[in-house]
Each structure stands twice: as C-alpha cells, then as structure tokens.
C-alpha cells in the first residue's frame, strides 16, 4: 500500500491543523493505520493509531483529548485533528500503515509498520 500525508503548516500555539493520509494500491480496510512524528535531534515516536474499522484507537499521553484520529475506508484515508497545538508538537508527520485487523491497546513500535509515507511538517509558533 502507498501512503501520502498532507495537512501540515505553520500554526500558533493553541491553533488547529488536520492532517491526512491517503493511501493507494491494496484493501485499506485490511489495515492498521497509524501517525508518528519525529522532531529535530531525536527519535520517531508513536502519536496514535486506528484499527482497521475504526472501532478502536489509541493515543500517546501527551496528546489524549487534543487529537483525534479517524479514518474512512471508503475513501481510503485516514486523518489526524489536532487541536490545542504547542510548540512541543512541532515535528515532521508521518503515517504508516501495518497489515492486521486487530485492536490497539498500546504505542505501536516503527519496526511494527510495514508501510510508511512521506512527512508532512508541522511547525508551532509560541
């Protein structure tokens, strides 16, 4: 499957920003889709992922109650609101993707996805 993320920008603190990821090539209902994003100087991180039908999503503690993943396998995307921005969140955004329909109940490793899309920047103004 081929992922593309769009949506990012820059936002000042306490903006908004939703980004998507859309995604080609295979049964997209048959994935787990997740966003992770990786600052200047330090490691890729988990932010959140859904379940292969939506039912199901889990979060990073740092952005419970500010973004919201969903997705629609009819249109084969997957979006990230995210809301109440800090400078803290300024990273490049990446969506991946792991084949499975299973249910998420903690962070999901990088090694874990099997498929990855460019990043999209966000950048926080204080």
């Known amino acids: 499957v081929q992922l593309q993320a769009s949506g990012g920008g820059l936002v000042q603190a306490g903006g908004s920003l939703k980004l998507s990821c859309a995604a080609s090539?295979?049964?997209?209902?048959?994935?787990?889709v997740a966003w992770f994003r990786q600052a200047p100087g330090k490691e890729r991180e988990f932010v959140a992922a859904?379940?292969?039908?939506?039912?199901?999503?889990y979060y990073v503690d740092d952005v419970k109650g500010r973004f919201t993943i969903s997705r629609d396998n009819f249109k084969d995307t997957v979006s990230l609101q995210m809301n109440m921005l800090k400078p803290e969140d300024t990273a490049v955004y990446f969506c991946a993707a792991d084949e499975g329909r299973y249910s998420i109940n903690h962070a999901l490793g990088v090694r874990r996805m099997d498929y990855w899309g460019k990043g999209t920047q966000v950048t926080v103004s204080s």
């Open positions: 859904i379940n292969w039908s939506g039912s199901n999503s």
């Open positions: 090539g295979r049964t997209f209902s048959n994935y787990v």
